[in-house]
């Protein structure tokens, strides 16, 4: 099975700053990978599909890049309704996983 | 409404069984992959299990495989999950959720639509 990691695990930035979140993967992807954003006691949200294709309705202050093994979300001016914890999942077989999660606070 | 909503949550016991339904609406269900995925209390998530538009094809994490099934009823436009001989670890918040149809076709590879959750509790 495919293994992610992401990092860093938790970040705490001001409003307007540019954060970057990294999610790792144990063998190439092939661009199959996700970006979710979850508030806390909801569902998750879709952002990126297939690396870097930016979800219908999502503000365009998201961001994805990367390829092979390493893979970036970046929210380029932080928003405060952007608390919530971002995981990345992997899509490169039938068998699906997420990374552990990156909380993200003001 | 565009929506998925979950049922059939609850308290069971060690080795018990459950049976969580999946509710789509205003949307051409068959057409698209549909996934379940869980949350345990104050944890990520974890996919479960995958199901094909039509039926024909679907995928299981290792440590539910043997115990759980997936299946559907496009006619009734309804996701199901049949937990058997669960187990503690299987306490988690179940989400079903959509696979997504871009231009080029419909894919279990991204969730565009998610439920709202239904808790399942395993304890005696």
């Known amino acids: 099975d495919i293994q992610m990691t992401q990092f860093p695990s938790s970040v705490s930035a001001s409003v307007g700053d540019r954060v970057t979140i990294t999610c790792r993967a144990s063998?190439?992807?092939?661009?199959?990978l996700a970006w979710y954003q979850q508030k806390p006691g909801k569902a998750p949200k879709l952002l990126i599909y297939?690396?870097?294709i930016l979800q219908s309705g999502v503000p365009s202050r998201f961001s994805g890049s990367g390829s092979g093994t390493d893979f970036t979300l970046t929210i380029s001016s932080l928003e405060p309704e952007d608390v919530a914890t971002y995981y990345c999942q992997q899509a490169n077989s039938f068998l699906l996983t997420f990374g552990p999660g990156t909380k993200v606070d003001i | 409404e565009v929506q998925l909503v979950e049922s059939g949550g609850g308290l069971v016991q060690p080795g018990g069984s459950l049976r969580l339904s999946c509710a789509a609406s205003e949307f051409p269900f068959s057409a698209y992959w549909m996934t379940w995925v869980r949350q345990a209390p104050g944890k990520g998530l974890e996919w479960v299990a995958n199901i094909k538009g039509d039926g024909s094809e679907n995928y299981f994490v290792d440590s539910v495989k043997g115990r759980f099934t997936i299946s559907r009823d496009n006619a009734k436009n309804s996701l199901y999950l049949q937990m058997n001989s669960l187990r503690d670890e299987d306490t988690a918040v179940y989400y079903c959720a959509r696979g997504y149809c871009p231009s080029s076709g419909c894919y279990f590879r991204a969730f565009d639509l998610w439920g709202q959750g239904t808790m399942v509790t395993v304890s005696s």
């Open positions: 297939e690396t870097s």
């Open positions: 063998q190439g992807l092939n661009n199959w």
